[in-house]
C-alpha cells in the first residue's frame, strides 16, 4: 500500500546533540509537511515543502531545519535539541497546495526524547 | 484560517450513534470544514470534508448548520476502535499557497464497552 513511512519510530538523543528524522513517502505527492505534537496537545506546522519550494511557519525556531533531496523523501534536523523539544514529530504529504479539498496523509510519527 | 471550538472530551457507549460538535462562527463564505482523527499512538486520519452540504462516507456523516457557524461529525455506531482525538479544521478556498492545517484542541472520544 502507498504510504508516508517515518524512521525510527522512537529516537533519543541527549541534549544539545543534532538529531535527524526521517520520512518517505511512496504516494509520489508533491506537498510534504513536518508537524510536531508535544504531549496532549494537537499537532503544530512547522514548515512545508511543494516540490523544492521551502515553506517555513513563522514561528518554527531557528533550530529546526529541513531538507528534501528528491519527491520521496524528507528530513527534519534538529541541530541542537532542548528538553522542550521533546515530542512527536508527524510527517505528512499531501497531492498539492492550494487546492483546499486535498486530503493530507500523516506517518505514525517518530517520538523524541531528549535527555 | 477561522478558529474551531470543540468540546475537549466525550464519551459513547460502543454501538450507539455519537454527535460531535465542533463551532466555527467566524467561519468565512469559502472556508471547507474538515474532520481528522487521530488514534493513539497514531498520525491524524482524514475523516470527511464538506462545505455548505451535508456529507456522508463510509466513516461518518458531516452534518453542517445553514448558517455554517457550526458542524456535527456524526459517527453512526460508535466502536471501540473509534476512540480517538478527532479534530474539526477550516481550511480557506482563497488561500492560494499552502495547504496548511491549523489543528485547534480538539474532542477526545472514549467509547465505552
Known amino acids: 500500500d502507498a504510504m508516508v513511512i517515518q524512521n525510527p519510530r522512537y529516537q533519543v538523543t541527549q541534549f544539545g546533540k543534532p538529531v535527524t528524522l526521517s520520512c518517505s513517502q511512496t504516494l509520489n505527492h508533491n506537498v510534504m509537511y513536518w508537524y510536531q505534537q508535544k504531549s496532549s496537545q494537537a499537532p503544530k506546522l512547522l514548515f512545508h515543502y511543494y516540490d523544492k519550494d521551502f515553506n517555513n511557519e513563522a514561528d518554527t525556531p531557528d533550530n529546526f531545519q529541513s531538507r528534501r533531496p528528491n519527491t520521496s523523501f524528507c528530513f527534519l534536523d534538529i541541530r541542537s535539541p532542548g528538553l522542550g523539544d521533546a515530542a512527536m514529530y508527524l510527517c505528512a504529504t499531501s497531492r498539492d497546495r492550494g487546492r483546499v479539498t486535498d486530503t493530507q496523509y500523516f506517518g505514525p510519527g517518530t517520538r523524541l526524547t531528549v535527555l | 484560517d477561522a478558529k474551531t471550538t470543540q468540546p475537549n472530551s466525550m464519551e459513547s457507549n460502543e454501538e450507539e450513534p455519537v454527535h460531535l460538535p465542533c463551532n466555527h462562527s467566524?467561519?468565512?463564505?469559502?472556508?471547507?470544514i474538515h474532520w481528522y482523527r487521530q488514534l493513539p499512538s497514531q498520525g491524524p486520519e482524514y475523516v470527511i470534508h464538506?462545505?455548505?452540504s451535508n456529507v456522508n462516507n463510509r466513516m461518518a456523516s458531516l452534518a453542517i448548520a445553514e448558517d455554517r457557524k457550526s458542524s456535527t461529525l456524526i459517527l453512526h455506531r460508535a466502536t471501540l476502535r473509534d476512540a480517538a482525538v478527532y479534530y474539526c479544521?477550516?481550511?480557506?478556498?482563497?488561500?492560494?499557497?499552502?495547504?496548511?492545517?491549523?489543528f485547534g484542541t480538539g474532542t477526545s472520544l472514549t467509547v465505552i464497552p
Open positions: 464538506g462545505l455548505t
Open positions: 467566524t467561519i468565512s463564505g469559502t472556508d471547507y
Open positions: 479544521i477550516l481550511r480557506d478556498e482563497g488561500v492560494s499557497t499552502g495547504n496548511q492545517f491549523y
